[in-house]
């Protein structure tokens, strides 16, 4: 038994940015995600293990251009059974998956905790990794992804992540390391009151890595809530780096057209305080399917 | 409620241009059309409203290469309803749906209308588009283009149509027009007579855009018909240049093999008399199947 | 009648050279294939006649890089009847469907005889390829392919096979000239026992081509057999280049997980003599799963 599914998003907005004229963006901050094509497949191999598999490519879908690597968003063989699930090639990393546990925007373009803090101070995908993922223990699970030395400019990472999820709970610890540098670490958590869900974070690290040339240490928190009415939800997030003191806020407005559809609404604010390139003040508007 | 389709064309031919030995053609002027690989769908997102998307690369099936922007075929994001529809992202101008309402050879890569004027002295595509088209009322309809200044180099522009097409009947008028610069116009129609269907245009307008260096003013007409005999049809479609007096000439046999699949075999006659590349007479022969 | 399929391969692997630290690989000479993403589909046109096609791109499943002409694997249109079939564009060779009848990786990366000797001297496919298959006759059917002058540098280009395959036996002959250079021929067959099948060859011909800078003669044999128990089966393939006196040697082993899947271990020993980059040795381990 097998399946091929073939799925995407379509995401296209506005952004006005100030000082800047307002513009269509595609794959942009202000968008809710980068557009994509992508292909996925599972195969029952029996004894209850299985084979899977994803290739996915990003579209900025203003001009159709793809990626310098083109399926840079996905290109895995995976492996999984009672032992749990074991992952080859270019994927997102286990810190990823850890901050996309409790994070309120689903880890949107517009995310103040990912672009405050990075996936915990790194970027969200590793080439040539390994992964190996735990079953779930009653809610709890946990990813080691592994670059070899050779694959990662001759100095091997590690990237892990332990998550509990049960109910309206979810919390989550994720630590990335390269092997001559300091790892980054971020431990994050939410909680689903029906009425509203917040989410806090706590975030250690350093982007680019420590000692390499234009090292930037960074520390801080995130807090932030959702509100839902209906098929419109309101976010509220803020990112804080205490040690540049620099405050990033989100707030995002969701109206769902479908479970597969929405319009959406957002206005960040960048507090960077050294800001040389770019507005502090973005606001965005745009659509995104999922199919 | 959605669909996901996978579709395409695959188009190949030989190629003999005088001066230059016969090769083999793909994604050529001598071709019907351009390979390509798509990806298109719709969701029903109930109240009459629907949201769909279309990613569409081309292939140049004689060696597998894309473009440079994969998805610069089509890469856009819709929604449509009682209002009409709109569509976000890369995709066909106003002005080229304009001309296809009535060109012969469906715009073929060796069109005499799209070759000698382009399509309203335009590309056939959009980057960045934001695109209106009204409901058909009793055959007509409009379409409205607009991309915004920041998107197109500093310089917004204007792309429309209006389309009559009823029975027997389709006509157009195509108008587009970068802001600092003179505007480009169409108006065409052709007539199906079921013996034989004719077609007449009158174009006015400047490649590259009246004031940027290499302007080139075009201004005349085309004419042309296509006689069906059962599964055949040829068709002589004339473009005449008045400002250059440059007349290019296609004469274009088709035989479906099927619905979706057939042969042709086009000549295509350039009468550019300041021609200092490229060949003045070129016969085509070639395969298309559209899946 | 139509049908459009989506197929692929994800093919991921460790690989250890001697004097160089263990990794990853995608797309190695250690990979039993590329990894790939491919879209095909035959259409009844009636009469016995069909259409055909194959978009085939190869995606390094490390980082998810695609080759520089995207679809380099597979863009072709084809034609079949009882005449036998025509196909047009970018595909693989009748070499290269010369050694693939008989060799015993199935043409895996590491394949002894395709390291050794390539597609009898050539690539393993060709731009711009005219090719007519012969149908059937009890087991015989021949292959021949043609690139126009102006679609191989100025030189024209034959490739050409003749097969026969009958029960347990296979065999090829196959052979491949740019027209100003020397001609490249292969013969090569196998017999299955049921136990074992063993495998046999005979090449000779000029790599990089007879008086290009750089050629170089190759002439000599490839023996092997495969003995598959159950699920498992292990291969030793010998090439032996007896001008060079450089013997390559692959030894493979494969677990079927499934028909479409399996793990494969394999050690490749370089002969060359005058080897003045890269490892002499090498062992990989993978996983490559067809969907």
């Not at 999820?165 to 610890?173: E, T, V, W, Y």
Request: hydrophobic letters at 35%.
């Amino acid at each position: 038994q097998s399946s091929v599914t073939l799925y995407g998003v379509a995401d296209l907005g506005l952004v006005k940015s100030n000082g800047i004229s307002a513009q269509m963006t595609g794959n942009g901050t202000m968008n809710n995600g980068n557009s994509r094509l992508g292909v996925r497949g599972v195969e029952d191999l029996g004894g209850g293990l299985k084979a899977s598999f994803n290739f996915e490519q990003g579209i900025n879908a203003e001009s159709g251009k793809t990626d310098a690597n083109t399926f840079q968003r996905a290109a895995w063989l995976g492996l999984s059974g009672n032992f749990g699930s074991v992952r080859l090639g270019r994927s997102l990393t286990p810190s990823y998956y850890g901050m996309a546990a409790w994070e309120l925007t689903g880890a949107a373009n517009y995310s103040a905790a990912a672009n405050q803090f990075g996936f915990v101070a790194a970027g969200s995908r590793n080439d040539s990794q390994f992964a190996y993922t735990t079953p779930n223990f009653g809610g709890f699970s946990a990813t080691v992804g592994y670059i070899m030395k050779p694959d990662n400019g001759g100095n091997a990472k590690y990237d892990l992540n332990v998550i509990y999820a049960n109910g309206p709970i979810a919390a989550a610890l994720s630590y990335n390391k390269v092997k001559d540098f300091k790892g980054n670490a971020s431990l994050g958590g939410s909680y689903d009151f029906g009425v509203a869900k917040i989410a806090a974070s706590w975030q250690d690290g350093y982007k680019g890595g420590k000692g390499i040339a234009g090292e930037q240490k960074q520390s801080g928190f995130t807090i932030g809530g959702t509100v839902p009415v209906g098929a419109f939800s309101v976010t509220l997030d803020i990112a804080r780096d205490t040690k540049a003191k620099d405050t990033d806020v989100v707030v995002e407005g969701k109206y769902a057209l479908s479970k597969r559809t929405f319009a959406y609404a957002a206005y960040y604010k960048d507090g960077e305080k050294k800001l040389t390139t770019g507005a502090k003040n973005h606001l965005g508007l745009g659509i995104r399917h999922n199919f």
